[in-house]
């Protein structure tokens, strides 16, 4: 079964950190993943997105320096570390299998998303 499972959303203060994971299915081993954010009434965003071996990484602009994206291909995870949030972090939190791509179009596979909250 094709699946992806985000976890570790929730609420924290602005300067705080969260980790989000992205457990998927075997499957996906040799797919670059990437992770999304969509806060209400806008586009879903690029964030951050890993080759299948962790060898090329991409970040958004206004999380470079902040967030750390990483998986564990024994585990069958991908993480995405977010450390200094900023209120205008909040959105819901997309992990995605694909080519690596900034671009939503390159993932064919998504996951549910996880609520990233960040108060002021």
């Known amino acids: 079964q094709v699946q992806l499972v985000e976890s570790g959303g929730g609420l924290v203060q602005a300067g705080g950190s969260l980790r989000l994971s992205c457990t998927h299915s075997?499957?996906?081993?040799?797919?670059?993943m990437g992770w999304f954010r969509q806060a209400p009434g806008k586009e879903r965003e690029f964030v951050a997105a890993?080759?299948?071996?962790?060898?090329?990484?991409l970040y958004e602009d206004s999380v470079k320096g902040r967030f750390t994206i990483s998986r564990d291909n024994a585990k069958n995870t991908v993480y995405l570390q977010m450390n200094s949030l900023k209120p205008e972090d909040t959105a819901v939190y997309y992990c995605?299998?694909?080519?690596?791509?900034?671009?939503?179009?390159?993932?064919?596979?998504w996951g549910q998303g996880t609520q990233v909250t960040v108060s002021s």
């Open positions: 995605a299998a694909g080519r690596y791509d900034s671009r939503p179009g390159g993932y064919a596979y």
């Open positions: 075997a499957t996906f081993g040799l797919f670059a």
């Open positions: 890993i080759t299948w071996n962790g060898g090329n990484i």
